[in-house]
């Protein structure tokens, strides 16, 4: 059977109009959507806040029958109505789109009342190469509490276009606008009939009953502007040590500083009445701190600024910013909460660091330091914390389970510094490894993605670290980015690029270090089928990241009972004999580049094996009794040679 990976996908359209002669921006936008708020419940799921209807499930396991990606999450989404608090007949629910990723598709459902859409509501379903569904996201809205709202607009839509009109002061309209009736929720009035119009610049909403101005936005004019950039900082570019002319000085600028300025576009900027803002889909710098510093706008779309300015540090965060984004697209992913992410380039004063502030989900950086470079100055800093902002958005690791709190700090900082660190290693293959030389000038001994480091035993290093705290999270992350910039040398940039975000979508709320390389592992049978499990497992190995009960890589797996979910792989032939799998919990997954030879093996009291082949499976003596299941999956044949039974109730599945 032919694998295939399905991903659902609801959208909302975006029009680019003309923004010329309006009244000033600022003056009439109205932000007035209702936030969707989740909480974490006891079993450590995201739940709706109010109604603890499941907002988001990383370990699901839903096959269907049906074999086209709207069709299986139509069915998936049947049979779970009422966890995720739908309606009964799915009535409140259509396809929009669905979108093909490297591990299978998404596919994105739009809520609907009436027969009408709700603003700004999203369902996304995952279907892998098997026809599984493995993850959801739920972002419908929660509108029974409204009672019954009406379906007929006492206002036409021609009505509502001149209300539009008065409210941005514009009587005659280049292009034809755009208007739908939707339900629109309002942090003032709720859930109200509105009509959504797309006029030049601005996304308006109009009460269908009172014609009142709930919400206005304007949209973007894209253009593509020029900017100076540091890449990643001056000592990379320039390969050599912080010290002579390459140094801090207070700030100033020198010859050969500006020399290792680079020419980049800025891409998709914001055009306000002729006016370049460092506005886009993937970055929106803003002082968010209030701190009152310039934010740098140009009439002709070049940002050309050295280090001693201040709005220097701006054009670096648009730039880097919207590059990892962009990067995250380019591998066939992407989160909504990434979208327009605030950035604040001066927003710690005084203080030497940055962060990824998750509550509000901005980015911010520290600044007048004065002894010290700022923080927005060095590349390796800003996707770092991008990479922050990958795993509350695009994964789900926030939850700060104490017992393994300082493994998924390691975990998560070592993420970022790989992150950044792959950005950097293609553009300066023999000056990589260590991070944030310009960020650190002489004084901090920077940390690195090409250590030896074996957990647990250099897990609290004794090696220098400017963060001075112990245990580190961010020095013990060293192990963790090191490993995966040992894979990235065996797999290449674009691979381990992949495996590391798919690998955000399984690890769930507080990765640990063997938790977090397993699921990289299963990353790979995702993306791969587990092609590339050898090289992985030997470079997780050195650095003592494989949990020995659930991975072991082996030739031979004899005379072993598994109560629990384990992998055994093989690099070439593997030979199973007197093995036992039970339990309702045990998943058994054996995996070989070569042949799978299985000889007197139980599957029992609701177990699953898998045997996944790259050649041949040849099987004697097995029994799969007690409503367990067998899955065979060989790239060439499948070989019943004796004495193979599959009790009534059991399941075989022959792929």
Known sequence: MKKIGIFTVCVLSITILNAQNLREASMLRKFNLKSIESVIDERG?????????????????????????????????????????????????KVAKIQKSPSGEYVYCQQYLNDIPVYATNFIVYVNKEGIVKYTLNEFRNIDKYGNIGSKSSITNNDALKIAHKYLDIEDVNGEPKTELVYFESMDEGLELAWKIDLRAWRIFVSAETGRIIHAGDARVPATGSGKVFIPNPLVSANVPYGGNYVHNYGATNPYLDAELKTVPLNDLTVENSVYKLKGPYCVIEDVKLFGYNIPESSTGNFYYTRDQDEFKSVMCYYHVDSSARRILELGYWDSG???????????Y??????????????????????????????DVIWHEYGHAIQWNLGSANAENYENYIQMRAVLEGSADYWSTSYKRPLYPNNWAARTLWFCMDDYTPRRTDLNWIFP????????????EQPCGHCA???????????????????TDQLFLEAHLIWGQSPAMWSAADAFMRADFH??????????????????LIDPSQIVKTTNF???????KKLVFSCSDLNVQGVTVTSYYATLTLNAVGDINVQNVTVTNNATLILKAAGNIDIQDMDVINNSKLILDAAGEVNII?????????????R
Not at 458 to 468: L, M
Request: hydrophobic fraction near 30%; charged fraction near 25%.
């Open 477 to 495: 992350g060293q192990i963790w980015s090191s490993a995966l910039m040992k894979i990235w040398g065996d797999l290449g940039r674009d691979i």
């Open 457 to 468: 035993q250099d897990f609290f290093p004794t090696t220098p670290c400017h963060h001075i």
């Open 527 to 544: 993306l791969y089928d587990g092609i590339h499990l050898c090289q992985i497992y030997d470079s997780f190995q050195k650095h003592g």
């Open 642 to 654: 004796r004495n193979f039974e599959v009790e009534l109730g059991s399941e075989l599945d022959i």
């Open 338 to 348: 990434l979208n327009s992410l605030r950035v604040d380039p001066q927003g710690e």
């Open 45 to 93: 799921r995201k739940v709706d806040k109010e109604t603890k209807a499941l907002r988001m499930n990383q370990n699901e396991y839903f096959e269907s029958d049906e074999t086209e990606a709207s069709e299986i999450t139509l069915s998936y989404l049947q049979a779970k109505q009422d966890v995720y608090g739908l309606s009964s007949n799915l009535n409140d629910i």
């Open 350 to 379: 005084a203080d030497r660091n940055a962060y990824y502030r998750d509550t509000y989900n901005y980015l911010s950086f520290g600044f007048e330091t004065y002894d010290y470079v700022d923080a927005a100055e060095d590349a």
């Open 558 to 564: 004899t005379n072993e009972t598994v109560p629990f």
